[in-house]
């Protein structure tokens, strides 16, 4: 083994000054010193490219702000011609009449409401449910059926879900209950709880399946069965993971568009009826836009205010996601 | 240590030129002191290894030749280290300038996922050299220079990951080469190969030291030994000694190195 | 002394085991009726929308007779769209992933610009239309072209992008980068020569799966303006557009059962569109898995 070896390194030494006899005749770092006196414009790109960068990661920054100063400019020219008291507190949203319209956001924002407990109470028990299934029960194989299926749920764009609430839920549930309107709450309610439940599903198991398998080993240890492990330990390790995915998914629901769109109907109204027509923030944005406002009316800015109003929500409920996931977070 | 310094000039009269002479370095990580007043004085073209246990901060210094030790957050670091007389921890020392004088192979084979060729290629080519003639001769001359051009000459244009651990470091080595650099740091680059990958890496090394300064981090004492001329031993972040290898293994100075390379800790 | 009485406890066992057997098929049950309700979806679909879906369909510009209209102006509208999304986001959400990961230093600026990119994700697609109405509509006066739609969109898919870029960045090995600055490079050179070329798999990825959503929404150009209904095809960035999303809209909103099944058609022209690109998505990622 040696002796093979030092064969090897004289086999070598005489690849190895042949080469360099060859070759001897330029130096490579005479010809780098060379390179670089010819051109010193390498190291201007390296010095400008840092703050390039840093421009296009200002652009980010750059639409936050944009966002929030356009809401608050066109909302303030709104508050010229509508009192923030009765936008707060009017109980009745009628922009579209000539002489007396009424802007009290409550009953968009009943809408809203409506739609997003609906879809929650949806999208809630189905998602965890799903979680648990496939973070505590699922063989790998059925977890990798299922997990890319729940990703096309997650990718079907929302007017698809709109189109699906108006032609297919709603004619269902008229069936089941005759009262109900063509445009209602109930239908959209529960086309985005379905929208939202891949989001709940999927980041709730991240959140469980990253509770240590030692800690399901302990209690399996003791006799517990799965479903005591699933319900008494995973559940309460994981619980911040689980409650951020699930005011996540309420936010999504509260910014859904299409859907409400679609199947909810333009009525916006105080009543706690989930059966009638309804109107949502998002909708009403959508119905202003669609018709010939015109620019800097009253009704025109008043899709700004209603825009604050829904941005406002979400970034609660945001900002609250976070806040869970940061201050709740596990060390294991 | 000073009496080993002295004890080395005498046995190496001073014909070779210094190529890195370190005075009072010392290096934190944050708070954590990881080098202290390391002095050193490493010739040209011989092979200088450093040996000490794990944490002693032999990978620290030598990433401080190159100035490697930067890209850690946090480090701070004062005295000086001349590279051919000039301080390059000075701020106005170009790093890029530097590594391409002093070439690096690390633990880890960390070959590009390019192409053999593009491996070998890359460090001409970010320096402007463009050529395809040329590059074609220096990517040959630096394969058969890392003794492994019969092994790839016929796949010169397959990924590199298609090698095996021992030819991926032989050719981090040729990548290394390709921009003929006068010193070349090797930063243990056995610990994560196979005996006989081992073996030809050391006696690559022995044929480089011709033309190259190696200086050679490594916590396997026998190859230290067998492939080096001076050797300093490191200690929580102090040179305990510093002497000719043979001396070192056979009539060290200080009580810690013996007790080291007799296997007492480490 | 017996603190543990093991009659009543494998007595209460039996109840227990049935507890877990009985949960385990309602936590099934519930995962398949999600699958269930997709297969629902997509079979009304498909059957709604089948008998109208052919080489007319595709070549046609919308038509108030059902039977005469079809979804060529959307198609070619949501190419164009595609065409300015694609280099606008990826520019801006690859350029900052490169600042956010090999430049920025942890201090409180990068700080605000990572918790900025989270809380923009967050935020409903229809607040930035109301940004593109005031910004690229009115105030750069673009109109309801494609460049304003597309600029919206751009700044919608953005922290798609930016968040898949990151990652895939933060996957290339520092030892790569180490290599390149080991050979005197610096760290531009490092970037464009190892860093992005190992990252464009896991960026290209994202890029398609950003791109998809931006072909998808349908909300911010309603609040842009744009025609839901266009008899003709833009020539230039300033003309107006219509996209599949929104002619699919303006279909949906007829009460007769004829335009339901257009519209039924008309998605899933898009649903085709979309599994066209995420199967293009899962084949890099596939191709490219992991090679260090």
């Known amino acids: 083994m040696v002796k093979c070896a030092s064969h090897l390194v004289i086999g070598m030494k005489g690849v190895f000054k042949l080469a360099t006899q060859n070759t001897n005749s330029f130096s490579v770092q005479k010809m780098i010193q060379e390179k670089k006196k010819k051109k010193s414009a390498g190291g201007i790109t390296e010095k400008i490219m840092p703050y390039i960068l840093f421009l296009t990661a200002a652009v980010s920054v750059l639409t936050t702000i944009g966002i929030v100063l356009t809401l608050i400019f066109e909302t303030f020219l709104f508050f010229d011609a509508v009192s923030i008291k009765e936008f707060f507190t009017a109980k009745?949203?009628?922009?579209?009449?000539?002489?007396?319209?009424?802007?009290?956001?409550?009953?968009?924002?009943?809408?809203?409401?409506?739609?997003?407990?609906?879809?929650?109470?949806?999208?809630?028990?189905?998602?965890?449910a799903s979680a648990i299934y496939l973070s505590e029960y699922a063989t790998d194989s059925a977890r990798r059926i299922i997990k890319p299926i729940l990703e096309v749920l997650a990718g079907i764009p929302t007017i698809v879900y709109g189109f699906f609430a108006l032609t297919f839920v709603t004619p269902i549930l008229r069936d089941i209950i005759p009262s109900l309107e063509i445009f209602n709450a109930l239908s959209p309610g529960i086309v985005i709880g379905i929208m939202i439940t891949p989001m709940i599903a999927s980041l709730s198991e991240d959140a469980m399946t990253s509770v240590p398998n030692s800690m399901r080993e302990g209690a399996l240890a003791l006799g517990a069965t799965k479903f005591e492990v699933a319900i008494k330990v995973v559940l309460p390790a994981a619980i911040s993971g689980i409650v951020a995915s699930i005011v996540l998914g309420i936010s999504r629901a509260i910014g859904e568009t299409m859907i409400v769109a679609v199947a909810g109907g333009s009525t916006p109204n105080l009543e706690w009826d989930i059966t009638g027509s309804i109107q949502t923030m998002t909708a009403y944005i959508v119905q202003v836009s669609q018709g010939d406002v015109g620019y800097g009316t009253t009704i025109y800015y008043s899709i700004y205010a209603v825009g604050m109003t829904l941005f406002v929500f979400t970034l609660v409920m945001n900002l609250l996601a976070q806040y869970i996931t940061r201050r709740f977070r596990e060390e294991y | 240590m000073e009496t080993s310094t002295a004890a080395a000039k005498v046995v190496n009269p001073q014909e070779k030129k210094i190529v890195y002479k370190t005075s009072d370095l010392?290096?934190?990580?944050?708070?954590?002191q990881a080098l202290k007043k390391i002095n050193l004085d490493i010739m040209e073209n011989e092979v200088t290894a450093i040996i000490g246990p794990s944490g002693c901060g032999k990978s620290t210094y030598i990433k401080t030749l190159n100035r490697m030790i930067e890209l850690v957050p946090g480090v701070r670091t004062s005295g000086e280290i001349l590279y051919r007389g000039k301080n390059i921890l000075d701020k106005s020392y170009q790093v890029e300038e530097l590594r391409t004088k002093v070439g690096m192979v690390f633990q880890k084979p960390n070959p590009f996922p390019k192409s053999i060729y593009e491996n070998v290629a890359y460090g001409p080519k970010i320096h402007g050299i463009r050529d395809k003639k040329i590059l074609d001769q220096i990517v040959e001359k630096s394969l058969r220079g890392a003794a492994i051009w019969d092994e790839v000459k016929d796949r010169l244009n397959q990924n590199a990951y298609g090698l095996s651990g021992g030819q991926q470091q032989r050719l981090c080595i040729a990548r290394c080469l390709a921009i003929e650099p006068d010193v070349i740091l090797m930063d243990e680059p056995t610990s994560a190969l196979d005996p006989i990958s081992t073996l030809k890496v050391e006696e690559l090394v022995q044929e480089l030291k011709k033309e190259f300064s190696i200086i050679i981090v490594t916590h396997n004492m026998q190859q230290a030994a067998r492939i080096s001329k001076k050797t300093a031993f490191f200690l929580n972040g102090e040179v305990v000694e510093f002497s000719e290898t043979n001396k070192i293994f056979s009539t060290p100075a200080d009580k810690r190195t013996e007790d080291y390379i007799t296997g007492r800790f480490g | 002394m017996n603190l543990i009485n093991h009659e009543t406890v494998v007595k209460r066992m039996k109840s227990r085991l049935?507890?877990?057997?009985?949960?385990?098929?309602?936590?099934?049950?519930?995962?398949?009726?999600?699958?269930?309700?997709?297969?629902?979806?997509?079979?009304?679909?498909?059957?709604?929308?089948?008998?109208?879906?052919?080489?007319q369909f595709l070549q046609s510009l919308p038509s108030r007779k059902p039977e005469n209209a079809g979804v060529y102006a959307a198609l070619i509208g949501t190419i164009w769209l595609m065409a300015v999304v694609a280099p606008v986001s990826l520019l801006l959400g690859v350029g900052t992933a490169i600042y956010l990961e090999e430049y920025a230093k942890d201090n409180v600026i990068t700080n605000f610009i990572k918790v900025n990119i989270s809380n923009l994700a967050g935020v409903p697609s229809i607040v930035f239309g109301l940004l593109g109405l005031t910004v690229f509509v009115r105030a750069l006066a673009f109109g309801t072209s494609v460049l304003a739609a597309g600029l919206t969109m751009s700044l919608l898919v953005l922290p798609v992008i930016i968040v898949a870029a990151q990652e895939a960045i933060r996957a290339v090995p520092n030892q790569l980068r180490e290599a390149s600055f080991g050979l005197g490079a610096t760290k531009w050179q490092t970037i464009v020569r190892i860093v992005l070329p190992a990252a464009i798999p896991g960026i290209l990825t994202g890029g398609i799966l950003a791109l998809s959503r931006a072909i998808g929404e349908t909300a911010p150009l309603v609040v842009l303006g744009m025609p839901l209904f266009l008899a003709f095809l833009p020539k230039t960035l300033l003309d107006s557009i219509?996209?599949?999303?929104?002619?699919?809209?303006?279909?949906?909103?007829?009460?007769?059962?004829?335009?339901?099944?257009?519209?039924?058609?008309?998605?899933?022209?898009?649903?085709?569109?979309?599994?066209?690109m995420n199967s293009i998505a899962v084949l890099i990622r596939n191709k490219f898995q992991k090679r260090y």
């Open chain 3, 242 to 276: 219509t996209v599949l999303p929104l002619q699919i809209y303006n279909w949906t909103g007829r009460p007769q059962v004829e335009f339901h099944a257009l519209a039924a058609a008309g998605i899933i022209v898009l649903l085709v569109m979309l599994i066209i």
């Open chain 3, 18 to 55: 049935s507890k877990n057997s009985i949960s385990k098929w309602i936590f099934f049950a519930l995962t398949m009726f999600v699958l269930l309700i997709l297969g629902i979806l997509l079979f009304r679909i498909f059957s709604q929308g089948f008998g109208y879906l052919d080489l």
């Open chain 2, 26 to 32: 010392d290096l934190w990580y944050g708070d954590n």
């Open chain 1, 92 to 128: 009745v949203w009628y922009p579209f009449s000539e002489t007396n319209g009424s802007f009290g956001i409550l009953p968009l924002v009943m809408g809203t409401l409506k739609v997003t407990v609906i879809a929650a109470i949806v999208a809630v028990p189905i998602g965890l």
